[in-house]
């Protein structure tokens, strides 16, 4: 099953959006790479391995982020990682992790996640 990765520069959000996907889709891998080692506001790089590592499975690793130095802190650890399997979506942060998990649990591959996320981003909510 692919896992999934929450990149948040709140520890809080990351966990809060971790229990609200776990409701949904309850069997799926989540991950939360939220905040800082000390607890505090911003993004870790280590925090960020981490959460892949803690998922990641034959299947692969989507990573989403909340915004701004999230994505360019995943995109440095996705570059030295260098892992077809583990991607970085351009998606809304809540809706992202919804559609991730519940298509992880049902047995989506990572591209056609990774695909749905993208159709995710360009959906208006109004």
Same mark, same amino acid.
Request: proline share 4%; aromatic share 4%.
């Given at each position: 099953?692919?896992?999934? +990765?929450? @990149?948040?520069?709140?520890?809080?959000? /990351?966990?809060?959006? #971790?229990?609200? $996907?776990?409701?949904?889709?309850?069997? &799926?891998?989540?991950?939360?790479?939220?905040?800082?080692?000390?607890?505090?506001?911003?993004?870790?790089?280590?925090?960020?391995?981490?959460?892949?590592?803690?998922?990641?499975?034959?299947?692969? +690793?989507? @990573?989403?982020?909340?915004?701004?130095? /999230?994505?360019?802190? #995943?995109?440095? $650890?996705?570059?030295?990682?260098?892992? &077809?399997?583990?991607?970085?979506?351009?998606?809304?942060?809540?809706?992202?992790?919804?559609?991730?998990?519940?298509?992880?649990?049902?047995?989506?591959?990572?591209?056609?996640?990774?695909?749905?996320?993208?159709?995710?981003?360009?959906?208006?909510?109004?």
């Amino acid at each position: 099953m692919v896992g999934t +990765v929450l @990149v948040s520069h709140s520890p809080a959000l /990351a966990e809060a959006l #971790a229990d609200y $996907v776990k409701m949904m889709a309850p069997t &799926a891998p989540v991950a939360c790479a939220g905040g800082l080692e000390d607890g505090s506001f911003g993004t870790s790089y280590e925090a960020i391995e981490t959460a892949i590592d803690t998922v990641d499975g034959p299947d692969g +690793v989507v @990573v989403i982020v909340d915004m701004g130095s /999230a994505a360019l802190t #995943a995109k440095m $650890v996705l570059e030295d990682r260098d892992d &077809a399997r583990v991607r970085l979506a351009d998606c809304p942060f809540v809706e992202g992790a919804v559609e991730a998990t519940v298509r992880a649990q049902a047995g989506a591959g990572l591209d056609d996640i990774v695909a749905a996320l993208a159709e995710v981003a360009a959906k208006s909510k109004v």
